[in-house]
């Protein structure tokens, strides 16, 4: 399955190989050629993989890796450091900034290909199967595509990745903080209301007339996937569910 990859290179000959030979791959490919760049492409498209040189203008390739993983929103996004600094002190210190793997200049397109399945088993084990399912509600996370039965659910930014932190854990009741942190980002002042607001739009959103509401309303600590809704789709129970 095709993932969309962020190339963070400002040697153009080499970006272009690189997106070459991934868009071969069955890849979106798109390209930064500084670490400024690289961070804007990054808050307009979340990407499912960077591939990030050390030497960048601007901002270094260590500092974005660092201010990703200091961010909530993208600090779980994997990050290959592509590099000709070979010294043993030069990968240690790129792992501990927060590379998932470090790879040496030159290299070979089938090493890439190969370092890239291997992180993402590691450190996105749902992306190789990245199709979450609850009851008769899918999510495609390659797609970004929510189906509930046979018709496609349309959500925005902020609702899809609601749906994808409690679609992980159904069942598991996720308190309004829990969700800001998740959802937002910690280092973003939001009011608690907000997820209460956002909550409502995803309920209307997955909610048609006669439709059980898988969502469920714990007054006082937060919002969950209804853990008892997959085992009575279908089974002619009365629709709504907990409202707020």
Excluded at 134 to 150: A, K, Q
Excluded at 165 to 176: A, K, M
Excluded at 197 to 226: Q, S
Aim: without cysteine.
């Amino acid at each position: 399955m095709g993932m969309r990859i962020l190339v963070v290179e400002d040697e153009e000959a080499l970006s272009e190989l690189l997106v070459y030979n991934l868009s071969r791959a069955g890849h979106a490919v798109r390209v930064a050629g500084d670490g400024e760049e690289a961070l804007l492409a990054i808050d307009e498209e979340q990407p499912d993989l960077v591939l990030l040189d050390w030497m960048l203008p601007s901002v270094s390739g260590i500092e974005v890796a660092r201010r990703l993983r200091a961010r909530t929103a993208t600090r779980a996004i994997p990050i290959i450091i592509l590099s000709a600094r070979a010294a043993e002190e030069d990968r240690v210190r790129g792992l501990e900034t927060g590379a998932d793997d470090y790879l040496t200049k030159p290299f070979s397109m089938a090493e890439l290909q190969a370092r890239i399945r291997a992180v993402l088993r590691r450190v996105q084990p749902g992306l190789a199967g990245s199709v979450a399912v609850f009851g008769d509600i899918v999510l495609d996370r390659e797609t970004r595509r929510i189906r509930r039965g046979s018709r496609e659910v349309h959500l925005g930014p902020t609702e899809y990745r609601l749906l994808d932190v409690l679609i992980q854990r159904p069942g598991r009741v996720f308190s309004r903080e829990q969700l800001l942190d998740r959802v937002w980002g910690s280092d973003v002042y939001v009011e608690t209301r907000t997820v209460d607001v956002h909550v409502g739009r995803l309920r209307k959103a997955l909610n048609r007339k006669g439709e059980r509401d898988p969502i469920r309303t714990v007054r006082g600590a937060g919002y969950a996937l209804d853990d008892t809704y997959p085992a009575r789709v279908g089974s002619g129970g009365g629709a709504g569910g907990t409202g707020d």
